[in-house]
């Protein structure tokens, strides 16, 4: 299995600001998932973050509203830019274990005003 | 495309009632399945998972069997306990390394005593 904390846990913003999410993972991976849970909503997938390489955006996302860094193997960071009472959500980050299963993040918890 | 269709909730159950949770899947190829818990005011955890057809995956009395013949992976236990009570994923994977899931809407289990 894999351990994997993010920061903030919460956060309360502006209209119009931006915020950077943390995801710090307790061993090596290759890949890194970032998914958005809206209230009361299911899972989807923003992005795939590949060491080395630019992130993979799913439909519906782009990089310049959500972009994301992947500096090594332990950690990644997703920012939320420019944000709209729209983007209050549950992000979440997670990896692909060595067991090919997919564990997540405590999730970080965004209020836009 | 990949698809994966939960019952709709909410669930109602009395202690030690015996629970169903229907999932049913979409998909090319064999998937890999699995059944994450959401509890209250946290991210998700892996409850269990099956690999290939006629596996059954259990951990804490819940059990789910992989039926390549009806595309399901029913989530079952035969007395649930107020701790039960959260939301319940349902989430293929296509067998692909690096390959993000894809979840179900979500299934929201409500016990009481």
């Known amino acids: 299995s894999a351990v994997i904390s993010q920061k903030p846990s919460r956060d309360i913003c502006q209209r119009g600001t931006s915020l950077t999410i943390q995801c710090q993972v307790d061993s090596q991976v290759t890949m890194m998932f970032w998914y958005r849970q809206q209230p009361g909503q299911s899972l989807t997938l923003i992005a795939t973050a590949n060491q080395g390489s630019e992130a993979t955006y799913e439909s519906g996302f782009v990089i310049d509203k959500f972009p994301i860094s992947r500096p090594n193997l332990t950690f990644s960071t997703l920012t939320v830019s420019n944000m709209s009472p729209e983007d209050s959500s549950i992000y979440l980050c997670s990896v692909e274990g060595d067991d090919r299963t997919q564990y997540f993040g405590p999730g970080t918890r965004l209020l836009v005003l | 495309g990949d698809s994966v269709t939960q019952m709709e909730g909410p669930v109602t159950l009395s202690e030690e009632a015996f629970l169903t949770i229907n999932c049913t899947y979409t998909a090319t190829g064999y998937p890999s399945l699995f059944w994450y818990v959401q509890y209250p005011g946290e991210g998700l955890q892996l409850l269990l998972k099956?690999?290939?057809?006629?596996d059954k995956g259990s951990n804490k009395g819940f059990e789910a069997t992989y039926r390549k013949e009806t595309t399901s992976f029913h989530l079952e236990k035969g007395s649930v306990q107020v701790s039960d009570s959260a939301v319940y994923f349902c989430?293929?994977?296509?067998?692909?390394?690096?390959?993000?899931?894809?979840f179900g809407k979500g299934t929201t289990l409500s016990v009481s005593s």
């Open positions: 989430a293929l994977r296509v067998n692909q390394a690096g390959t993000a899931l894809i």
């Open positions: 099956a690999t290939k057809a006629d």
